[in-house]
């Protein structure tokens, strides 16, 4: 459940950036954006090299990569978004992470629902 957790946090200190204009504020915000992302980068890393299959390397790699493109695309995309609306970076950004919250929680869910039916099944 920290994958969940950090996501919430992320999207929520994202959020919460954009209520204030205080520097101690934004401080603490951009601290627990960091926490989130602190959270979330190494359970995604774990996650790619486990279901990377006989090649975790290349998962890795792959999920490396991808992260790679975000950085150096995220900054060009954020700067038209700014242009358009000064919070649209944050508020877009913040849900996506809410998106991707429901996501996994709804496959925790039913995947937790399936163990359950499976294992009536065999008692």
């Known amino acids: 459940m920290l994958l969940p957790a950090g996501f919430i946090l992320t999207g ?3 959020a ?4 204030t204009q ?9 601290a627990l954006f960091a ?5 979330i980068s190494p359970i995604l890393a774990t996650l790619m090299s486990k279901f990377g299959g006989n ?6 790699g792959r999920f490396n990569a991808a992260n ?6 995220g900054p060009v995309l954020g700067g038209f978004l700014i242009a358009w609306k ?3 970076p944050y508020l877009m ?10 996501y996994i929680i709804v496959n925790i869910l039913m995947h937790s629902n399936k163990f359950r039916h499976s294992n009536r099944a065999r008692h």
């Open 55 to 60: 090649r975790p390397g290349a998962a890795l």
């Open 93 to 102: 950004t913040a849900l996506l992470l809410a998106a991707t919250v429901v």
């Open 86 to 88: 000064i919070h649209a």
């Open 68 to 73: 790679n493109l975000g950085l150096a695309s």
């Open 12 to 14: 929520a200190s994202l």
């Open 22 to 30: 205080k520097i101690v504020f934004i401080l603490l915000y951009v």
């Open 16 to 19: 919460a950036l954009m209520t």
């Open 35 to 39: 926490l989130g992302v602190a959270l």
